[in-house]
């Protein structure tokens, strides 16, 4: 396989996963991941099995780094095929199936944090005598935090899941509640794009200064002396997209709705 079929290849795994998960976003409030430890293992051995066959049918340099590399690939391959698997899973358990609308009582909603950011929230609801934690956007866990109920229409995905599609929201509040979380996730924003910038700008003061010593330039994907530097690249340029597209909703929203507000 070519150097350049390989990172376009990547790079179609990558957008493909995307868009799944922003399709499984777009179609669900809420959805539950009771899959399992067991579960989990299997996907990495599945991983594992892919990256092996690659590595013996390309014939990889035995080499501790490259071996190193792999585990690393696995470890990917496996989260990607994890919850790629699992939002499949939900789109086609919603097609398939039904869904029936209900009021549930909330027992309680937590904020899913990774570290002390909220990226998400849980929700703790009873859904016929059996004990439910559901997990939800940020924009969904901050219109619910104050909560004690929802009328919403919920599904089952296999034996252990379920699914919510649809929340009954009041006018306006998905809304209010949507620029409560950006207004919060904004406030993060600044260290992320800070901390871009810095790198950013001394990876060009180490370009200018190689320059001036006369070091002669590397190609910058150079896949068989470096693939983690090629996948690095492209995350980052994912992750400088993604920020583009943050920013421009920032901006749209403080042009059209005056965000964020002092009062």
């Known amino acids: 396989m070519k150097e350049s079929n390989l990172i376009l290849s990547y790079i179609i795994a990558l957008v493909t996963v995307i868009l799944i998960y922003f399709l499984r976003l777009w179609?669900?409030?809420?959805?539950?991941?009771?899959?399992?430890g067991f579960y989990y293992a299997l996907i990495f051995l599945l991983s594992m099995a892919i990256v092996i066959f690659f590595h013996i049918r390309y014939k990889v340099s035995n080499r501790f780094k490259t071996h190193l590399m792999a585990v690393v690939y696995t470890g990917l391959l496996s989260f990607f095929l994890y919850y790629t698997s699992v939002n499949l899973q939900m789109l086609f358990y919603s097609t398939v199936g039904?869904?029936?609308?209900?009021?549930?009582?909330?027992?309680?909603?937590?904020?899913h944090r990774i570290r002390s950011t909220i990226e998400g929230?849980?929700?703790?609801v009873t859904y016929e005598n059996q004990a439910i934690k559901f997990k939800s956007s940020g924009t969904t866990y901050?219109?619910?935090?104050?909560?004690?109920?929802?009328?919403?229409?919920?599904?089952?995905?296999?034996?252990?899941?379920?699914y919510v599609s649809r929340i009954y929201w009041k006018d306006g509040e998905k809304w209010t509640a949507r620029v409560l979380y950006w207004k919060y996730r904004?406030?993060?924003?600044?260290?992320l794009l800070g901390f871009v910038l810095i790198v950013g700008a001394a990876g060009l003061l180490a370009q200018w200064l190689n320059k001036r010593r006369g070091v002669p330039d590397k190609p910058l994907l150079d896949f068989?002396?470096?693939?983690?530097?090629?996948?690095?690249?492209?995350?980052?340029?994912?992750?400088t997209i993604g920020l583009i597209l943050y920013i421009g909703l920032f901006l749209y929203m403080h042009f059209r709705y005056g965000y964020p507000k002092s009062n």
């Open 142 to 162: 901050f219109a619910l935090k104050d909560k004690d109920q929802i009328r919403l229409d919920i599904g089952t995905a296999g034996a252990n899941n379920f």
């Open 27 to 36: 179609c669900f409030e809420m959805i539950t991941t009771n899959y399992g």
């Open 224 to 239: 068989e002396k470096s693939p983690f530097k090629v996948m690095l690249v492209i995350f980052g340029i994912l992750i």
């Open 98 to 111: 039904e869904s029936k609308t209900t009021v549930l009582k909330i027992d309680s909603v937590k904020g």
């Open 186 to 191: 904004f406030k993060f924003l600044k260290y």
């Open 121 to 124: 929230g849980l929700i703790f």
